[in-house]
């Protein structure tokens, strides 16, 4: 397996600051890197807010930023934390391919597109993988493992391990549309969008069945709201189109809330209103 002692990460938005922490409260040195200053700053200040106090001191010592994607050239793995729109993400790839150690793993936080696909923006797609965490990634324990039809055993190995090493729960997964995470939970959110939708039962009793019923922490459309109504909508997209399945074709009510901007707790509406 690899050394991994320098952590880059591109991307600072939800998922990467919070990958950012993740890693600094495990004492690994990170390179945060997004395109905005301002970005980078709202960030840290996003870190500092879910860090511990007597913890804050050491994670700030453990995050440097930068604008420039050149400033991950020394990191063993680099993880790559942005929208989920195949096209940014491949250019992103293109260029850490130019930046990154020969060595270094490269990984995609992607939740739904293929893995070999974005490898192929490597000249060694071998060291190319998925490391998906849950949002957030510092209080939920799950890390998707997903690899490519190129990616090598040392790659896997050394992913797997540095995530048992933060304290994660680690599950391998062969590259699929959705792989295992969101392939069953937008089945579960289509389907709840659809009772709503044909009437057949409020939200608020589709989401408490299935915390009472089924011990989930959040209902199904109370987690859509938390993800974001867009990035479900978008997610559920990709899985439509690639796999042909009934199951995740959005429902007229996402696409017009995400047309309104009601996207959630992030817009202080969605399917339910937020102070």
Request: charged share 30%; with cysteine; proline share 3%.
């Amino acid at each position: 397996m690899k050394k991994i002692e320098q952590v880059g990460v591109v991307g600072a938005g939800t998922m990467g600051r919070g990958i950012a922490q993740v890693f600094a409260l495990h004492d690994y040195q990170v390179t945060l890197i997004d395109r905005d200053e301002s970005i980078l700053e709202g960030a840290l200040e996003k870190v500092r807010e879910r860090t511990p106090a007597e913890l804050w001191d050491k994670v700030k010592g453990l995050i440097r930023t930068s604008t420039d994607i050149k400033a991950v050239k020394d990191c063993d793995i680099v993880i790559e934390a942005v929208f989920e729109e195949m096209g940014v993400k491949k250019e992103i790839f293109k260029a850490l391919n130019g930046v990154c150690k020969k060595d270094a793993v490269i990984a995609s936080n992607t939740s739904a597109l293929s893995i070999t696909e974005l490898s192929g923006c490597l000249d060694d797609p071998s060291r190319f993988i998925g490391m998906h965490f849950m949002n957030p990634p510092k209080v939920m324990k799950l890390v998707e493992v997903e690899k490519g039809e190129k990616t090598s055993k040392e790659t896997l190995d050394t992913v797997v391990e540095l995530a048992r090493k933060i304290e994660k729960v680690p599950a391998v997964v062969n590259d699929s549309p959705g792989f295992i995470s969101n392939r069953l939970l937008f089945a579960l959110i289509g389907e709840a969008l659809r009772l709503l939708e044909r009437g057949v039962a409020g939200k608020e009793d589709i989401d408490t069945v299935m915390k009472y019923g089924m011990n989930h922490p959040m209902g199904p459309i109370e987690l859509a709201d938390f993800m974001g109504l867009d990035i479900c909508l978008d997610i559920m997209k990709t899985l439509y189109k690639d796999l042909n399945d009934e199951r995740y074709k959005p429902t007229r009510t996402l696409e017009s809330l995400v047309k309104a901007g009601k996207l959630g707790r992030k817009t202080k509406e969605g399917f339910y209103r937020y102070e």
